[in-house]
């Protein structure tokens, strides 16, 4: 299993920008395609970004593309989401997830992720 804690949540007023961090340890962080979901209080866990095992393929939710971009740095086990031009409706709990099998291109299903970080929160104020 691959142990993951994410960090830079925080508050911030709309048209702000957050960068969260993952960082990862245990079984091999490059070999997994990461990804990032969020859940804001009383709706489902949502799919928001995610990146190939290798940073070749990015892909995102419709309300945040161009706004939000994901990337990873292996060599430092840790995968980013830079957040631009916030809107309150981003406000959540932010969580990173490591794919369930290695050299994947990834999924916007979170069943397929077999690790998860304890998430960090993020609010945007209006």
């Known amino acids: 299993q691959v142990q993951l804690v994410e960090s830079g949540g925080g508050l911030v007023q709309a048209g702000g920008s957050l960068r969260l961090s993952c960082a990862a340890s245990?079984?091999?962080?490059?070999?997994?395609?990461m990804g990032w979901f969020r859940q804001a209080p009383g709706t489902e866990r949502e799919f928001v970004a995610g990146?190939?095992?290798?940073?070749?393929?990015?892909y995102y939710l419709d309300s945040v593309k161009g706004r939000f971009t994901v990337s990873r740095d292996n060599a430092k086990n840790t995968v980013y989401l830079q957040m631009n031009s916030l809107k309150p409706e981003d406000t959540a709990v932010y969580y990173c997830?490591?794919?369930?099998?290695?050299?994947?291109?990834?999924?916007?299903?979170?069943?397929?992720?077999?690790?998860w970080g304890q998430g960090t929160q993020v609010t945007v104020s209006s």
């Open positions: 997830a490591a794919d369930s099998n290695p050299y994947g291109l990834g999924s916007r299903v979170s069943g397929d992720y077999g690790s």
């Open positions: 245990g079984r091999t962080f490059s070999t997994y395609a």
């Open positions: 990146i190939s095992w290798r940073g070749g393929r990015t």
